[in-house]
């Protein structure tokens, strides 16, 4: 049998909005909305439909890395895109709806969901794009050195008063965005109507010469809003310091006979929740990081470098009792500003 190795995606590089990414996995689904209608019309048969507008989305999992082609990994893509939704004026087609980093033992990733506007517009051609140039910083001897997957030790993290015995973190950034149509506005170019189905640009007046596209199924998008939340699950260590029986002795500073666990703490000052008081907003003391290791530096950088993460608090603690590891699993939500 022949060999055709143009059937393969390793042979193949995926580019957004123009930039080269490595991913494990990416899929686009375009769909058009269309729905059978039936009317007094003296037959059941489906003889009418109901089309409506275009939608696009775009699942991405792609891995961190270290080395060389590290400006090509998973981190890079979310955070370009992650600047773009905080200020909105810069957003390009596709548009971030979330983006979930994940770190644990076995190493680290980031899933992303994007939307575009199903537009397949010449313009719009780098948006979502497979090319046959491969990247060369994946080159062992390029000036970056060779590349290999982040693992545990390639990364720093705290979740709030939460430094040790961190078993994974996790942190979602997620965009809300709204989907609107608009008819087609009378105006001189708009006599002529594109016959593609692309539609025609419309100049906007008075704009500096902003166009916009009118006459087709293709919704704008805007942004609504951007929200910051994630979890983890570390490791409980209790230690019965003082040998009175119990794991509830707390003195700031100096004994703490329950790492990553309320016993005997006052909240909201340190605890599992963060505990609110009349007149006050209360956030954990310590500022949360996901940080991992910058060697050319010699210094720990931001996983998620245009967010302050300083303003959260802990939303969830549930406590898992078995015959193994006692672990607690938590939640917690950030008040969003950049960083």
Known sequence: MPLNNNLYGVYKTLRIGGTSYIVENASRNRSMEVSPKSYVQGTPLSAILDIGGVTEDISIQAPILVG???????RSLA???ITE????????????QNANFRVSEGGASVSMS????????SSLAGYFQLVNSPIPALSPVSAGGPTRVARFYDFRVNIGGRTFFVIEANIEVKSQVDKKYFLVPNATSTNLMDETGQGELVTIPNTGGTQYSFGNQFPFIGITGVEISGGGKAAVLLQDLNSDGDFTDYTAGTLDESINLTYGVNEPSSGDLTLQIPGGAVYESVA??????????????SLLPSLNLTRSVINKSNFEITNGLLTVDFGFT???TTA
Do not use: Q, R
Not at 115 to 121: E, R
Not at 294 to 300: G, S, V
């Open 68 to 74: 060389g082609a590290s400006a090509h990994d998973g």
């Open 85 to 96: 939704i905080l200020s909105p004026s810069t957003a390009t087609l596709p548009l971030l």
């Open 334 to 336: 950030c008040w969003v």
């Open 288 to 301: 949360f990081s996901f940080e991992i290791y910058n060697p050319t530096t010699d210094a720990w950088v």
């Open 79 to 81: 955070n370009t895109k």
């Open 114 to 121: 994007l939307m575009s506007d199903g537009s397949a517009a």
